[in-house]
């Protein structure tokens, strides 16, 4: 019975586990949007001249990728998941 119980915890903890992660995928995949999205604002201000930048199209000075591969890590939300360790 004891041995149950146990297996029984360690899959609700994974199942809580697996939820976490979900959360978290759901909440980088939006961040990564913001980012995408405010690097094609950039980009399209640039090549518009409306920032200064010359219009040259290229935000920060030649990388294609321009500011979408370079998105602030510290606009994230809420405080990082605990993970209780196993007894």
């Known amino acids: 019975m004891a041995l149950d119980r146990r297996l029984g915890r360690r899959w609700e903890r ?7 992660l979900e959360d978290l ?16 604002e950039a980009a399209a201000d640039a090549s518009t001249g ?7 199209g290229e935000v920060d000075g030649g990388d294609p990728e321009g500011p979408e ?15 209780d360790e196993p007894a």
């Open 14 to 20: 994974l199942a809580e586990v697996m939820r976490d």
């Open 25 to 40: 995928r759901v909440r980088g995949e939006r961040l990564l949007g913001v980012a995408r999205r405010a690097g094609e």
């Open 50 to 56: 409306q920032d200064g930048a010359g219009g040259s």
């Open 69 to 83: 591969s370079q998105a602030p890590l510290h606009r994230l939300e809420g405080a990082a998941a605990q993970v």
